[in-house]
Each structure stands twice: as structure tokens, then as C-alpha cells.
């Protein structure tokens, strides 16, 4: 055995027992022999355990770790400790620039237990309110992990976004007689991108090819046929097809539709479709209104189609207000009235709900019961003075193991309206995490059921529930589903949106924004919900101030019966 992975064996001993608060003395030892071991001229594991204690900064005590882990590839008490420890507590150690100690305050103080909660857990602005960690550190662990992320080659959507259309206008900008478009997933608005597909239409093809192989817009170019591939400097693969002008928008619609939905629409076209002038006329020519990139998931949308009954989707200009929303009063970056102004007078918004969280989620700052009436009182002074906006008294209530909500009923009939949602204990089985959600779902109070399967995309599947009966659930008792705008979020995922719509429950697109720049996550909660086919008029914040207010108060009347 090497040096180093018994350095590495040693050094991840000493992190798993600072994490664990064991004696430091002792973590010090093995951290200095894993330094020590790390730079011999000499394989250690060559030695008897006699010599290894005669060396430098190892001892007898470490020389036994080390003949333990040469004689049987492990050692006995970083079995014990790794058994003790959350596996992806264990994958927090690889990211640079936190050790043991912060690792063990990520864990134990905030609860902390997988790295797609510790990256949402940064986009919260939460860590820099524990010991020992500030905005500096915060922002170089958030990198670290998306650098991670990267490396796995899938990407999120809103991380990519601009990168991809700066190379757009690149190419645009060189190929002025040419045409350019998205294709694939990114056209599609896909939540995570693989690749990113890009139309090019020339009138010389190989001119196009041979200015794309000499050209700087991306790494590791390759010509493959008529396509052109290469990497974006994020990692991301990129595929660029190079096609005669006239056949342009044939290849555009090949190249957006998955190829489930490509194969729906041909199947419908007698006479092929060789050189159309716009995509809009492939839709004709198979006898369907023209779908927008968005739908073309499958057929799932096609037989509407057929009967010229697509709805007009959402678009973000159609939101009125914006729900679900922090403050300083818990895990926030912005007060309440900085958050109202820059969305009556940045945003042009009529309305703000405001949902700071309740009082288990204690690593949150959550609100007590005497924090709660602090802060409706303070809401109730800036509505009095900020003219032609209104902000609304929500809370985002945790649903507790049972499936109540986190406050008596007395406290419950004060807000305008409630966000309840899962955070804590996300290991059920699929029986009890849906009775759970149900049973909240059924609280008279619950107006709107938030996030609803907790996920972090790329990082933590969501909790497994019976979609159906959930959403049957907020049918029967006239809850609201959030779509959770946060890019890492996007749940309700887009696949069930057309079930809820179906089942007449209206959706929400709620940012949860924790700081001013968290608004613009309803651009993101937009594109999943045309994917899912919304339209403003089941749209909960599309609604007008004075439709939303009819629509909290109708609520507050029939729960008082």
C-alpha cells in the first residue's frame, strides 16, 4: 500500500472523530501522522509496526492503526465511526475548505445531513448565522458544490441559463446569414440539462463546419457527420448540427421533441415534410394546433392538440403577486418592507405573502408565537403606509410527524393564509408520508400544501408519496399546490401538474425567496408550470389583489362556519 491513501485513511480518522467531539489531543496526533506519512521518502506500509513507531510524528499508538488498515484494508474504529455517521454527513468531508468541526455544526446544530441540503441550506443565507462560518465561507462551499455537481455532467437549468444564450448570440453574431436556435432539452426548458443542442442553418454547410472547428466558442471540438461537438467551459456537452438553410426548421423540430413525441406528430403527417418554412406548418401539415417547445414531452399533449384545445400558457407577465416568501424574522436576508418595495416598485407587483417559517423549524429562527403577533403587527403599520400594494400575514407552517400544523388554532385563524410543508423527518414510507400530507392537506387552515416531495434536484430525491391521492386530497378540500419556483426545487415536479389541473386544483408559483433576488425564481416556477400545461386562470398569484383578497377571505369565512 502507497502513502498517501494511508495519509488519506488517517486524515479522514481525525475529521470523523473531530466531528464526533472526541478527545483532541488525540485527533491532533493522527492529523500530524497523516501529514508526516504523507511526505516519508519510504513506504511506510514496508516497515514493522516496531520501525513505524520509531518514526517521526507516528507512535505506537498510530503505528497499530497503520499495520491494522496494511494487514485488512480497514481499520476497526473508522468502521465504528463511519457506522455512526449519515453517509452523506461522510460526503461533506471531501468538500474543500470545511473540516470536522464545521462539519459536526452543519450536522448537529442545523440538521444538516446530505449536500443537496447543505447547497439549499447556503442559498438560504443559513450558515452564516452558525458558529464559526461567514458570507466568505459560505459562497466558497456553495461553489464547491456546484463544481461537484458539474463534474457529474447534468446540470441545472437556471445555473447554465445565461451561459448558453451568451454562446447563442456568439454564434448569431458570426453567422449573420445564418439561422441559430436551441434545440432539445434546453428549448424545452428541462428542469436539468445533459446537453445543449443548437440548429445551425447555412447555405454552406462546410464553410459553417470548418468556421466552427477553428473557431474558440467551446473546448474539445470534434466533427461527427454534419454535427459539430465540444464542451462549454462548465463541462457541459455541447452538439452543434450544421444544416442546409431549407431544411432548417425540419431539423429544428426533429432536434426539440423528445423523440416519443417527434415519432406522435410524423406518424400523423401522409406526405413527409421536406422543406417546410416554419415549424408552425409541420403542426399543420399532421392536422394539430402548434405546440410550443415545452409540451413536446411524449404525446402527452397531442390529442388536446388534435381538438385545438391547448390552453394559452402561463407566462411571467400573467403573476400579479408573489407568495411563500422570508424575512429577516426568520431565515431571511431582506426586512419585510424592503421585500414590499422592490416588489410594488422593481417588480410591479399588487401583493406580498409573506411565510417566514413556524416555530419547529428552529434552525430557521422560526417564529413563536409571540414573534408571530410581533410580526403581524408590523405588517399591519406598513400597509398603512405603503399605497396601491397590500402585503399579506402567511406563515410557512412545518407539518409535524402526526400531520398537524405547527401552531393551536387560535393562533392558525389569524394569518391570511398558510403555506404548510414537510422539512423534518423525510424517511417515511410512501403509506405514512401521504397520510401525513393528507391529513395536513385536510387542516381547514392549510390553504396551500408547499413543496410537496422536499426534493433538491441533483441531490435529494424527493420524499416517495402518492402523488394521486395527495392531489386528490387537495381537490376534495380545495388546497392550493405550490409550485416552488427555487430552482433546486421545482416541486410540485411539471409531470403531475396536468393531473391536479384535471382534478380542478389550482397551482401557485411561490418563489420561496429568501432575499429580494429570490423573486426572480418565478421565471423558473413559469417554465415548469408551461411545461405542465398551466394557464393564468387556475394560477392562485395570477389572480388581481382583489380577487386573491375575495379568494383568503371566502376561506376564513367557510372555516368559521
Known sequence: MENKPIARTLRLLSQLMELHEQNPFKIKSI????????????????????????????????????????????????????????????????????????????????????????????????????????????????????????????????????????????????????????????????????ELVIILGSRDTDVAISTLLESDFFNNIVLDGNYVTGEMANGLKVSIYCIEKGYFYKELFLRTGTSEHVETVLALINDGIDQPESEELVYVKAGLQFMQPELREGDAFVEKAKKNELPQLISYHDLKGTLHNHSTWSDGVNTIEEMALYCRDELKLEYLGMCDHSKSAFYAKGLSIERVLQQQEEIDHLNKKTSDFHIFKGIESDILNDGSLDYPEEILQRFDFIVASVHSNLKMDIDKATTRLIKAIENPYTTILGHPTGRLLLSRNGYSIDHKKVIDACAANNVVIEINANPLRLDLDWRWHQYALDKGVWLSINPDAHRIEGFMDMLYGVLVARKGGLYKERCLNALSLQEIKSVFEAKKIKVAG
Open 31 to 194: 492529523a500530524n501522522a497523516a501529514f508526516k506519512v504523507d511526505k516519508l521518502p519510504f513506504r511506510i506500509a514496508e516497515k514493522s509496526a516496531e520501525e513505524m513507531e520509531k518514526i517521526d510524528g507516528v507512535g505506537k499508538s498510530v503505528a497499530a492503526k497503520i499495520t491494522e488498515l496494511v494487514q485488512t484494508g480497514t481499520m476497526t474504529e473508522l468502521q465504528d465511526l463511519l457506522a455512526a455517521t449519515p453517509e452523506g454527513v461522510v460526503e461533506m468531508m471531501g468538500i474543500k475548505g470545511i473540516g470536522g468541526k464545521k462539519v459536526a455544526i452543519i450536522w448537529h446544530d442545523l440538521g444538516i445531513e446530505t449536500i443537496g441540503e447543505l447547497y439549499y441550506a447556503c442559498n438560504e443565507n443559513r450558515l452564516i448565522e452558525a458558529k464559526g462560518f461567514g458570507l466568505k465561507t459560505q459562497e466558497e462551499i456553495k461553489k464547491a458544490i456546484e463544481f461537484t455537481m458539474a463534474s457529474h455532467g447534468k446540470f441545472l437549468y437556471a445555473h447554465i441559463e445565461q451561459e448558453c444564450c451568451n454562446l447563442l448570440e456568439s454564434l448569431r453574431s458570426v453567422f449573420v446569414d445564418g439561422l441559430v436556435e436551441f434545440g432539445g432539452e434546453f428549448r424545452r426548458k428541462c428542469e436539468i440539462i445533459t
